[in-house]
Every structure is written in structure tokens, then in C-alpha cells.
């Protein structure tokens, strides 16, 4: 009998495949899928295209697993014990395989069995997977494709979409869910973005980023060892712009990490302080800074304990939130969020926006930030700080600010971005942004 950890004899695209599963291993452990995916030795070992299709692999079953566990479900009775966790990720791959990135019957089912027979406690399975993943190779992808895009989101993160925008818009959210987004890149210097985006061979967007459609290794492209680009999500590069001119302003990033708007606010000329509450996370933002070539300071602090020697001119706030925004780029975020989480979320973003009315001078900016899809999260937060400070004044946003992105633009002059949003070119995260001014007193 194998032992349990034994390597799986060779078998054409097993490593990639064995990688995968390790991948969900870990993010089912509780680790984040990009923590899982530094973690784990297996995908360590891999090069090219059988990294990138053993992540592809991991991402599609986090994404699609409403719809694969619904496959699954046709052809076994009642799930499997929880002891057997690991046949079924490995059903789950299959699944994918099949069904969703429509792979070969034969090496799909191959590699699945090989699997299971490779793991002590999944070679009593090996029977059941063989036979399950047969039956999803010949009808699991026209039955994925008559599933609902809903059938992927989590129902109470569902519920919440259709009250806060409406069945059609949150059916658009779900489609969006389903797809692998591409990948954006904030320039470090605005007037080489176009000269940059064709050197990449990507396109630049409305708003000044440059989206690549197939990137490839990012470490690879050209630019990144000479820091003349990082990678930030379209929506994401929003809130730092909304400051304004910051040159020679001091501007405090509160829960910097990893730190693409540290790095916006320092290449357009403010003396910024990088703030956040973990070490290794501020270690990325100084790495981050260092790969660049631009400078901030970088504290590390619980921001409801800071108390810097002097106040900002400007703030930004991007809040610990639900994530919900950024389910696309994150797929790990639609299984690992509960809707018990929102509540104390709220209660926390709530005392940071207090924290950072007290940092800012009297004139300053802030800009409140959330990658989260629920209003709780976002327009209620902005709405119940203003009823708290009398002395804290909305400074509407102008459509000019958000260049092409004008159905982002609230009546209230905040931002809302969805990842529906610019379907024909991939779409965006999810983002609420508001501008906060502090009046000076009478």
C-alpha cells in the first residue's frame, strides 16, 4: 500500500493537477488563495504553462463551485464524510476539467484516479471517482451551461446583491464572478502609459490604466524589474486619484498593504506615510516601494492606537471590508466569507473613519475606501460619519475624475464601480469611494 504522501507515479499532467489540489488543500485550511498558492511546494516545483494551468485549475473550482458541486450532486447521493475531504477536491478538479475548461474525457478521468490512488485515505474512492468522473466528461458541460450564473454565488451574498442593485444587475455581478479577469497595471509615470501599453501589448483604459488580456508571467513582462509598473486592479487605482494634486502634501495611506496606492500617491509627489497593523504586509508595501524606486515611510501600527506628531493634509482609507468586490480576482472569497462577518466589519470601519477624522487637518481631504459590493460597507458608512461630524462635508466627485467610467457615478457624488462594469473588455472589481472634506472651524 502507498504511503500517504507518496508521489504519484508518472502520469502526463499529474503534477499540475496534484499542484491543484494541494492549492485547495491549503485555502480550505484557511489560508487565502494567494498565501496558498506561496505556500504550497508542490506549485512551487512547476514551471510555465503547468504552473499556470495548476492555478487555473485551483481558481476555476473556488469560482465555479456552486456549479460543479451541482454536477457532482447528480451522480452521488449525499456527500462524502468530511474524512474524505480530499475525494472530494478531487471530484471537484475533475469536474472543472470537464465540465467548465471542457479538457479531454480521458486525461481528465486518468489523472483523477491517479489521484485518488496516490492518497492513503482516497484509494477506497478511486472506484466512485472513476466512475462519477465519467459521467460529468460526457454531460457535465451542457448541464453547467444551463445553471444559472447564480448558482456560483453563495445564497446570502446573493440575497444582499438583488436588494442592494436589483436582479439584473446582480445577475451581471454573478456572470461577471464566472469569468478570469485579466490583469492591470498602473503606470508609474502618467506620460509614458501609452508608449508602456504598447510595449506590453495591452490596451489603456479610459481611466489611465493598461489591461493585458493574456500576461503570462508577471514577473516576465517588461518593465517589472525596472519598477515602471505595478499591478492594481482598474477600480482599485480610483480613491488615490480622487485626492487630487498631492504634491508636496503629507498623506496618510491607512491599512496601506499591499501597496499600489502608496505607491500612486508617492509617484505623484506626496510626502506619504504607509500605515498598517501587519509586518509582513508592510514588508510587500516597502518591497513594493523599493522595486519602484519611489519613497514613503511605512509604520507599523494598529491605526486606532496611532497618534502620529502631526496631522495629514489628505487621507486615504481603504477599510478592511468583506472583499465581496473582488470575488473575480479572489474566488477563494466567495467560500471563505460569511455574512456573520459584515456586521463587525461595519462596527470596525466605522471607528476608523472616526480615527481618520481626528489625524486630518482642518481643509484635508479624506477618501473612504472598500473593495465590497454591500452598501453596509459603503454609502451607509459615509452616511451614518456624516451624521457623527458636523464638521465633515461630501466633496462630490466630478465625472471628469473617473474618465469613461461615468455609470460609476452616484447622485451623491461617490464612486460605486461593479464588476459588471465594461463587460466587452473583462470587466473591474468592485469599489465604493467617497471624498470627505474637513471644514475648518468657526
Excluded at 92 to 100: G, K, M, P, T, V
Excluded at 228 to 247: I, Y
Excluded at 267 to 284: C, E, M, N, Q, T
Aim: proline residues 6%; contains cysteine; positive net charge.
Amino acid at each position: 500500500m502507498r504511503a500517504k504522501d507518496q508521489t504519484p507515479a508518472p502520469v502526463a499532467g499529474l503534477p499540475a493537477r496534484r499542484a491543484g489540489l494541494d492549492i485547495l488543500s491549503l485555502v480550505r485550511s484557511g489560508k487565502p488563495l494567494d498565501e496558498a498558492l506561496e505556500a504550497c511546494r508542490s506549485f512551487g516545483a512547476l514551471e510555465g504553462a503547468d504552473r499556470a494551468f495548476a492555478r487555473a485549475l485551483a481558481s476555476t473550482v473556488l469560482r465555479r463551485q456552486g456549479t460543479i458541486d451541482t454536477l457532482i450532486g447528480e451522480f452521488v447521493d449525499k456527500p462524502l464524510p468530511k474524512r474524505a475531504a480530499r475525494a472530494t477536491e478531487i471530484l471537484r478538479l475533475a469536474a472543472a476539467q470537464s465540465a467548465i475548461l471542457d479538457l479531454p474525457d480521458h486525461a481528465v478521468v486518468s489523472t483523477a484516479v491517479a489521484l485518488a490512488q496516490s492518497f492513503r485515505e482516497t484509494q477506497g474512492y478511486a472506484g466512485l471517482i472513476n466512475a462519477v468522473a465519467r459521467k460529468i466528461a460526457r454531460t457535465g458541460k451542457a448541464a453547467a451551461e444551463k445553471l444559472p450564473a447564480r448558482a456560483d454565488i453563495p445564497g446570502w451574498l446573493w440575497r444582499r446583491l438583488e436588494r442592494a442593485y436589483g436582479p439584473a444587475t446582480a445577475r451581471a455581478i454573478a456572470r461577471a464572478h464566472r469569468e478570469e479577469p485579466p490583469l492591470d497595471l498602473t503606470p508609474k509615470r502618467k506620460d509614458e502609459a501609452a508608449a508602456l501599453a504598447a510595449k506590453l501589448g495591452g490596451t489603456l483604459l479610459p481611466t489611465g490604466s493598461i489591461r493585458l488580456a493574456a500576461p503570462g508571467e508577471v514577473t516576465r513582462l517588461p518593465g517589472f524589474e525596472d519598477g515602471a509598473w505595478w499591478v492594481q486592479d482598474a477600480a482599485a487605482a480610483l480613491p488615490a486619484k480622487l485626492l487630487g494634486d498631492v504634491a508636496g502634501k503629507r498623506v496618510f495611506d491607512l491599512c496601506a498593504a499591499p501597496g499600489g496606492k502608496t505607491m500612486q500617491l508617492a509617484a505623484s509627489g506626496a510626502r506619504v506615510v504607509a500605515v498598517d497593523v501587519k509586518g509582513p504586509r508592510l514588508k510587500r508595501v516597502a518591497d513594493n516601494l523599493a522595486r519602484t524606486g519611489l519613497a514613503a515611510e511605512t509604520v507599523k501600527a494598529d491605526i486606532l492606537d496611532w497618534a502620529p506628531a502631526e496631522k495629514a493634509d489628505a487621507i486615504l482609507l481603504d477599510a478592511p471590508c468583506s472583499a465581496t468586490g473582488v470575488a473575480r480576482r479572489h474566488p477563494d472569497i466567495l467560500r471563505s466569507r460569511s455574512e456573520d462577518e459584515i456586521e463587525p466589519l461595519a462596527r470596525l470601519q466605522a471607528k476608523l473613519i472616526d480615527k481618520a477624522v481626528s489625524l486630518l487637518a482642518e481643509g484635508g481631504l479624506i477618501v473612504y475606501a472598500t473593495c465590497s459590493l454591500l452598501p453596509e460597507e459603503g454609502e451607509r458608512q459615509i452616511e451614518a460619519a456624516l451624521q457623527r461630524h458636523s464638521g465633515l462635508k461630501r466633496a462630490p466627485v466630478a465625472p471628469e475624475e473617473i474618465s469613461g467610467l461615468g455609470e460609476a457615478l452616484t447622485r451623491a457624488g461617490e464612486v460605486r464601480t461593479l464588476p459588471s462594469f465594461w463587460p466587452e473588455t473583462g470587466g473591474m472589481d468592485g469599489f465604493f469611494a467617497a471624498r470627505l472634506r474637513r471644514e475648518a472651524a468657526r
